[in-house]
């Protein structure tokens, strides 16, 4: 499938509720700049989405780069502004569910380029009732590079907040309640400006139970989203350390549940540092944008 003078072939998924369209772009051909990929992700006037994910063969973009012997596919992900991000990693696993469902991989062992590495996934097989098998995801290490000090503000109010890189930014902040955050229509704050020189998602947390947390997130790009999974890894592991757990140390696994408005992932921080990530990734409908709406085809 791929772009044709009769229009550009889409599809539309999810996981925990981050939504993505999809563009198969195989072979390399498409030029999506920022304006067209805001305007697919557009929830009015476009298909709509939180991001948008370009699928490629790594051998055929320079942005993957030294990947192509080890993944045979780049996840070229967008923000809905348009703007481009190292790492998404619901988009992962809704990648990865794109390409079974392209009949391009089987269920199993796979691995993904990114901006941020390639990144290895295992997906489930389907259960009898149709149920998409879960995607769990190798996301690599979290660094926690500080400084200490940082703040997230919105409104009048403030928190301390932890810097957690996921291979993108992320800024943790422990809070009572999630209303607090009130409607996070605009990106909250935060300080010292130096400590996030491109931008950052940040993440409101609160605890539910025993290793258990639940969270917002205001993503950079993208607004308020249902759903994200580096923030969700960013956010276990700022809650082990928190709870005072390193798996470094005590040479044990750590698995945190945490809740996001749009489902629930299980996040495992392991004694080598790898952070596993666990969750659901459906494909919901494919389509054809009409040539004549997206004004001419981006193509190279
Ligand atoms: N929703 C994603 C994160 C997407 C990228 C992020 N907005 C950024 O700019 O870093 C996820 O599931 O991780």
Not at 62 to 68: N, V
Not at 94 to 111: D, N, Q, S, T
Not at 171 to 179: E, K, Q, S
Request: net charge negative; aromatic share 4%; proline share 7%.
């Amino acid at each position: 499938m791929s772009a044709t003078a009769t229009g550009l072939p889409f599809l539309k998924g999810h996981g925990t509720q981050n939504d993505f369209v999809i563009v198969p772009d195989p072979d390399g051909l498409l030029d999506l700049g920022p304006d067209v990929v805001a305007r697919l992700c557009d929830r009015r006037a476009g298909i709509g989405g939180d991001g948008l994910l370009r699928v490629v063969r790594s051998a055929a973009d320079p942005a993957a780069a030294g990947q192509a012997d080890q993944a045979e596919w780049f996840m070229d992900y967008r923000n809905s502004d348009g703007s481009i991000a190292e790492m998404c990693g619901n988009g992962v696993r809704v990648f990865a569910r794109y390409l079974v469902h392209a009949g391009l991989v089987e269920p199993g062992p796979i691995a993904v380029a990114t901006r941020a590495g390639v990144r290895r996934a295992v997906i489930a097989e389907d259960g009898v009732d149709g149920t998409p098998g879960a995607v769990t995801v190798d996301m690599g290490r979290a660094l926690l590079p500080g400084p200490d000090g940082i703040e997230v503000s919105v409104g009048d109010r403030s928190w301390p907040a932890r810097n957690v890189n996921m291979g993108n930014p992320h800024a943790v902040a422990f809070v009572d309640d999630l209303a607090q955050a009130g409607e996070l229509r605009t990106a909250p704050r935060t300080t010292p400006g130096s400590a996030y020189p491109e931008g950052v998602n940040v993440e409101f947390v609160v605890d539910r139970g025993p290793r258990h947390v639940a969270m917002r997130v205001h993503e950079r790009g993208s607004g308020e989203t249902l759903s994200c999974g580096t923030g969700a890894c960013a956010v276990a592991v700022a809650a082990a350390r928190r709870d005072g757990l390193d798996p470094a140390v005590t040479g044990e696994a750590v698995s945190y549940t945490v809740d996001l408005p749009g489902g629930s992932l299980v996040i495992t921080e392991h004694p080598d540092g790898r952070v596993e990530m666990t969750g659901p990734a459906e494909i919901v409908a494919a389509g054809t944008i009409d040539p004549a709406w997206l004004g001419v085809l981006p193509l190279r």
